[in-house]
């Protein structure tokens, strides 16, 4: 059987296997891109994707993939090769104008009663709560951008905030802005 379609037929069934928004999110964007000998190379879109399917459902997949083609297997996962357009140089006149900070180095526009410490981690935020720390302790290297989703009161403006005040605390020289989309 070709990659293609092993990865179908094993998509196929951990479909049946996972909860629709798991299998939209951690499984639809993968691709099975080699095979050699018994090893299986899963590629997905991104690190941190990456990095799920082989803390989360690394069993799963193998034990799929093994009843699909009827053997043994060992899955690793990878980043997709995102070789896409090369960002390009811009020129200095046609950057855009960041507003100015003041004298502090910071125009903090953040509450200081949202904190990472007395945020309410819940099931229907426990991911967002990680991804926000993450970005609190690397700013600009860790989920860069980070977009948060979600319905009402699930603790968004929250994370927003306590990422603010943690880099500020943290890291004191960094300037830090905060702006709503209605500014």
């Known amino acids: 059987m070709e990659a293609k379609q092993v990865w179908r037929a094993a998509l196929g069934e951990l479909q049946v296997s996972l909860s629709p928004a798991n299998f939209e999110t951690w499984l639809k964007d993968t691709q099975l891109v080699e095979i050699e000998d018994n090893r299986y190379r899963i590629s997905a879109p991104n690190g941190f ?11 799963l997949i193998s ?6 083609v009827g053997g043994s ?22 950057q855009v104008a960041m507003p100015p900070l003041s004298a502090g180095g910071n125009t903090l526009n953040l509450n200081s009663r949202y904190t990472f410490s007395n945020f309410i981690v819940g ?61």
């Open 73 to 94: 297997v060992q899955v690793e996962f990878v980043v997709a090769d995102a070789s896409g357009p090369v960002p390009q140089q811009v020129d200095e006149e046609a």
């Open 49 to 59: 994707a990456r990095d799920w399917l082989d803390n989360r459902y690394r069993p």
């Open 123 to 183: 099931s229907a935020n426990r991911l967002a709560h990680a991804a926000a720390l993450s970005v609190a302790e690397r700013p600009g290297h860790a989920y860069n951008p980070l977009f948060l989703y979600g319905g009402v009161g699930l603790g968004k403006t929250h994370l927003m905030h306590a990422i603010g005040n943690a880099v500020a605390a943290k890291f004191p020289r960094k300037r830090i802005l905060y702006a709503t989309s209605e500014k």
């Open 63 to 68: 034990q799929t993939l093994a009843r699909v």
